[in-house]
């Protein structure tokens, strides 16, 4: 009665949330076989190295072809995944499937570049994670320093976990990254302490640079900063000319968009992206 003097009619919510409730739930069943059914790939984004337009990166990102619905983007399943734990199994996968390929590569006589991979919350707060993660690696035979793992601000929050799992995780040999920096909460105390190696800014301000001061002077802050502190800065979502203009001008050293290329299978990437190590005289 008194949400409905508020204009808001509480029954004809009930049904939606439910609806909610059942869709997710159904989601969540499929997600469960989604593993054994082979039904995950990845795809790879270009890095590209402002300097000198090489490629030297890719970010490897999850898909997952649903049997009837398609494709379902990682902002939909990634957070059932997490909050079910089934990220676990599905993140051990995405390593192993991209450390795999790269190494594919590497075999193959294309010049090395590093893998990108996106851990959760969930894979982050495992305390053998980097025990596997050397496992995985040594198993594959791809030398560490050609991954690099992307966290969040988010999982930094509890320093004294964070700060002892980076430093199990660097002294594999392996990069870390803050993915969508900018975006959560990020103390400088951290950031100075932190043993990590890069900045990602997020997209959100790349994308509104040109058109918003605001975000030009959040790009341009975020990148000097980074330089202060001797780490990496990749920009993230570059659309256009315009933005990457900008973030030649403020040195930023790589970056990662659309302009280059949409994330795309391996195959693709292969033929569009990979050189080989020795180039054949003309
Ligand atoms: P992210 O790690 O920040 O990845 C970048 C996202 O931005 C990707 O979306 C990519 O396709 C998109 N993107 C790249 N360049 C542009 C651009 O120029 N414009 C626009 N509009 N978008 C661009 P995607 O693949 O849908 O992934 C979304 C998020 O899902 C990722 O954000 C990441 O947080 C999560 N995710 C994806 N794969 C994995 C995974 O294997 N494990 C985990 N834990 N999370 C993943
Ligand atoms: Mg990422
Ligand atoms: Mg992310
Ligand atoms: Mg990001």
Redesign the pocket.
């Known amino acids: 009665h008194n949400a409905k003097e508020q204009g808001v009619d509480i029954r004809r919510y009930i049904p939606a949330m439910q609806m909610k409730a059942k869709e997710r739930l159904k989601l969540e069943n499929d997600l469960r076989r989604a593993l054994e059914r082979g039904e995950f790939y990845?795809?790879y984004?270009p890095q590209v190295l402002l300097e000198t337009e090489e490629i030297v990166g890719m970010?490897?990102?999850?898909?997952w072809n649903h049997p009837k619905r398609g494709l379902v983007?990682?902002?939909d399943f990634?957070p059932i995944a997490?909050e079910s734990g089934m990220?676990v199994p599905?993140?051990e996968w995405?390593l192993r499937t991209a450390c795999q390929q790269n190494k594919t590569w590497q075999n193959a006589g294309y010049r090395p570049i590093c893998v990108s991979?996106?851990?959760?919350m969930r894979?982050f707060l495992q305390p053998n994670l980097a025990g596997k993660i050397g496992a995985i690696l040594q198993e594959i035979g791809l030398d560490p320093s050609y991954v690099d793992l992307?966290i969040?601000e988010s999982m930094t929050l509890d320093k004294e976990t964070a700060f002892d799992q980076l430093n199990r995780l660097k002294r594999l040999g392996v990069c870390i990254s803050i993915?969508?920096f900018g975006t959560g909460y990020s103390s400088l105390h951290y950031l100075k302490n932190m043993p990590i190696d890069r900045l990602?800014i997020?997209?959100s301000f790349v994308?509104e640079v040109m058109e918003d001061s605001n975000n030009a002077a959040i790009v341009s802050t975020i990148t000097s900063m980074a330089h202060h502190l001797k780490l990496k800065v990749t920009a993230?979502?570059?659309?256009n000319k315009e933005q990457l203009h900008f973030l030649r001008q403020q040195h930023c050293h790589e970056a990662?968009?659309?302009?280059f290329s949409?994330?795309v299978k391996a195959e693709e990437f292969e033929l569009s992206f990979l050189k080989p190590l020795l180039e054949m005289p003309s």
């Not at 991979?117 to 959760?120: E, K």
């Not at 993230?236 to 659309?239: F, I, L, S």
């Open positions: 990845l795809v984004q970010e490897a990102l999850l898909r983007s990682p902002v990634i997490e990220i599905i993140g995405v991979i996106n851990l959760s894979q992307e969040t993915d969508d990602k997020d997209r994308s993230e979502g570059v659309e990662q968009g659309f302009l949409k994330p």
